[in-house]
């Protein structure tokens, strides 16, 4: 396991499926390197809010992944939460797979998405 990745697992844009896979293997590999600590792990997952919500990801998340092919790029954009319920839904997946930091990142660069997703946390 390279360095810079022995102390901390990482899934961008992932599934909590995923994050919980990553945060097994980095658990696993921590321990064959009898590290005494569990490793720490973050995820990332995109959000859009409100009336744009599936035109800003759409926008957004297809141009910034396009690098990827279209196919793959559609994907991560449709599966930005774009509804309060999913966000909450969202969250909670991660907190249940033991996801100690998730990072919600919006579609938009417009401030009100912060107002936005307060509100769908109940915050």
Known sequence: ???HWSWRSASAGS???????TRRTSSSASRRA???EEP???ALAYFSLG???EADAQAYLTDYYAW???????FIAGSAAKDPETVQ???SAFERVGCQELFLFPSSSDPQQVDLLADALDM
């Open 1 to 3: 396991m390279p360095r």
């Open 15 to 21: 599934t909590a499926r995923s994050a919980a896979s």
């Open 34 to 36: 009898a590290r005494s």
């Open 40 to 42: 720490q792990n973050a």
């Open 51 to 53: 009336e744009r919500a």
């Open 68 to 74: 990827l092919g279209e196919e793959t790029a559609g």
């Open 89 to 91: 839904q969202y969250v």
